[in-house]
């Protein structure tokens, strides 16, 4: 029994430890499982940066008008060319940053909190509520996105604030609203026949604690998807309607402002003049989607190992 004892704990001794490995926190995790994810994060912050701190980034002012340098090509002095004022384009674009940015940000998180809300408040009551909260969102998914913005741009009148049409912001988060009920709806259906749901209503909570605190909590996922993925669908909506002159008006730096007017007009003598916007743009809206896609896979169990 003693040689057995001393055979065993020599075998033992001979099996290889595996190292323990430290644990990593979200943002590690997401670089690691979401290379693609995290370039377009950092795309986006760059963006983000260059909006923020727009007036110590930019190299010139992007109102001023130069005539000695009208239409001036890309350079040293002017890296992306001047327009048909002779403004600096790659000013221009940065401060454009800023504008998409917050039109963007703000009509997407409008408008996806408010599909949210009524997603939730359409899963949890049912019946009647859930029934005309639908079909308002039926009538709403009829119209394109862009045509939707459009009709109620065109209905509304301008209201600027800080160079930011306010209108303009909730024509682009109308449309976003019944896209993001219907996904928060599926989400809070499944959650509703939850045991600690039963629960909770067994317990005599209200409706508003039942849905703020044991609804809400759990279709955070789906929503910060949406709300992500719907930024880069804003941008290019603002740049659309700025390109048909129903967005963001003169002297206001916007990417699809850029591409009306004299960039069409000058399009063959100086094509920097849509190379330049229209690259921002694409960028832009790809960033987003590919994060929109990564947290998406991220956040969804199905896609863990």
């Known amino acids: 029994m003693i040689v057995m004892s001393a055979v065993s704990t020599s075998d033992t001794a001979a099996i290889p430890v595996p190292a323990i490995r430290k644990p990593r926190g979200p943002i590690g995790e997401f670089i690691i499982r979401q290379p693609l994810g995290a370039v377009s994060f ?40 001047t327009d048909a004022y002779g403004r600096d384009i790659c000013s221009r674009l940065i401060y454009g940053a800023r504008t998409a940015l917050v ?31 639908q079909r308002l969102m039926d009538i709403l998914l009829a119209f394109p996105l862009i045509v939707l913005a459009l009709v109620v741009v065109a209905a509304l009148k301008r209201f600027v604030i800080g160079g930011v049409d306010v209108n303009l912001i909730f024509a682009i988060a109308i449309p976003i609203i019944p896209r993001v009920a219907r996904v928060v709806r599926a989400a809070a259906l499944s959650v509703r026949v939850m045991p600690y749901v039963d629960a909770a209503r067994a317990a005599g909570y209200s409706n508003s604690r039942i849905i703020f605190r044991h609804m809400a909590p759990n279709v955070v996922a789906p929503y910060l998807i949406m709300l992500t993925a719907f930024i880069a669908q804003a941008i290019l909506a603002e740049a659309s309607l700025s390109f048909l002159g129903l967005g963001v008006a003169e002297p206001t730096a916007a990417w699809g402002l850029m591409l009306s007017g004299n960039a069409a007009d000058f399009y063959r003598e100086a094509p920097w003049m849509i190379l330049f916007p229209g ?16 947290l998406r896979d991220f956040l969804d169990p199905r896609f863990k190992s």
């Open 42 to 81: 950092l795309i986006i912050v760059a963006m983000m940066f260059a909006g923020i701190f727009c007036d110590w980034v930019a190299p010139y002012d992007p109102l001023t008008i130069d005539f000695a340098s009208i239409l001036a090509p890309p350079s040293a002095e002017h890296w992306c060319g």
């Open 103 to 133: 039109i963007g940000f703000t009509a997407s998180f409008v408008g996806s909190t408010l599909g949210a809300m009524l997603g939730v408040a359409s899963a949890f009551f049912g019946g009647r509520i859930d029934n005309i909260i």
């Open 279 to 294: 690259a921002a743009i694409s960028l832009a809206v790809f960033a987003f989607n590919l994060f929109g896609d990564s």
